[in-house]
């Protein structure tokens, strides 16, 4: 239920954001309703949100990411990243949490 509380969090915040396209809410405005019907989905629910943080310099960068799914049959949490140093090598990560 917490993954769902912040997902929820996570569009509303999407929906607020005030350079946000028409586009772009009408993509957040579906993935809310989806969350909010959970257990029961929507037919033929599919949405996706999520956020991208990077930072670095030449010597050192990293990303990370969070990604909520949720489908007719599921809602799922995605993890990731990479970090990049410049004098050993690139490593990256992901998990996934249902």
């Known amino acids: 239920m917490q993954l769902i509380k912040i997902a929820k969090k996570t ?3 999407f929906l607020k954001h005030p350079s946000v ?5 009408i993509a957040h405005g579906n993935a809310l309703y989806a969350l909010e019907r959970l257990p029961i989905t929507p037919p033929g629910a599919s949405s996706e ?3 991208v ?3 670095g310099t030449s010597e050192f ?3 990370r990411y969070i990604k909520f799914s949720i ?9 990731g990243g990479s970090a990049f ?3 050993v090598r690139n490593e990256n990560f ?5």
């Open 11 to 13: 569009a509303r915040r």
């Open 21 to 25: 396209s028409p586009l772009r809410v």
């Open 49 to 51: 949100l999520g956020i």
């Open 53 to 55: 943080y990077r930072n």
């Open 61 to 63: 960068r990293e990303m």
């Open 71 to 79: 489908s007719g049959s599921a809602f799922e949490l995605f993890e």
């Open 85 to 87: 140093e410049k004098d």
């Open 94 to 98: 992901s998990v996934t949490c249902v």
